[in-house]
C-alpha cells in the first residue's frame, strides 16, 4: 500500500505515524491549541500523547492513498460487465 506524508490531521482518521526508527497506525483523536499543540492517538495497545511544537520535524503523519486502487477497481469491473455485454472475454474499452 503506498502513502503519502500529511501535515493536516483530521479528527477520527487512521494514519501511519513514523518516529525516527518506530512506525505504528494510530487514530487522531484530539488535539489541544496550544504551545506545545497536544496530539491524542490511540492504538490497540494504548493511548500516545505527542507534545508537539512549532517546527518539530520529530514525527510524520502518513495516510494511505486509495484513489488509485478504487478506480483500478471500478475500471476492472467495468471491463467486466462490457466482456459480458458484449459476449467477448478479448474486448476492451
Do not use: C
Not at 501535515?7 to 497506525?25: A, S
Amino acid at each position: 500500500m503506498e502513502f503519502q506524508e500529511v501535515t493536516k490531521l483530521v479528527l477520527g482518521k487512521k494514519y501511519k505515524v513514523v518516529h525516527h526508527l518506530h512506525e505504528y497506525t494510530a487514530t487522531y483523536k484530539r488535539s489541544f491549541h496550544y504551545n506545545p499543540t497536544i496530539l491524542t492517538f490511540s492504538t490497540k495497545e494504548k493511548e500516545y500523547h505527542h507534545y508537539l511544537f512549532p517546527g518539530d520535524k520529530a514525527y510524520k503523519y502518513y495516510e494511505p492513498i486509495l484513489g488509485r486502487i478504487q478506480s483500478e477497481m471500478e475500471e476492472r469491473a467495468l471491463q467486466l460487465i462490457l466482456k459480458s455485454i458484449v459476449g467477448d472475454s478479448t474486448f476492451r474499452w
